[in-house]
């Protein structure tokens, strides 16, 4: 739904989309600002690490970090991180 460079940000507003209605689950990706080889175009490049937000039982977003797989065969790896 957009770009920022403040992760908390970023979470606020998809807290804001939650509660909303207009999402059951949020997902934000870090990423780098990098140029294209061939055009010099700049681009976004995933960093691998994203948070997965969603509500609780209690009515509270939990974000879940998690790392995006490199490669064929690569997992991702789940980790708690609290905002």
């Known amino acids: 739904m957009g770009i920022t460079d403040d992760r908390g940000r970023a979470m606020r507003a998809g807290e804001e989309t939650l ?17 294209t080889p061939q055009t010099l175009a ?25 790392f995006i797989p490199e490669g064929p065969g690569d997992e991702p790896s789940p980790g708690r991180m609290d905002p």
């Open 19 to 35: 509660g909303s209605g207009r999402a059951i689950l949020v997902i934000i990706e870090a990423v780098r600002a990098a140029m």
């Open 42 to 66: 700049p681009c976004y490049i995933r960093t691998g690490v994203g948070w997965l937000g969603r509500y609780t039982q209690v009515g509270q977003v939990s974000w879940d970090r998690f």
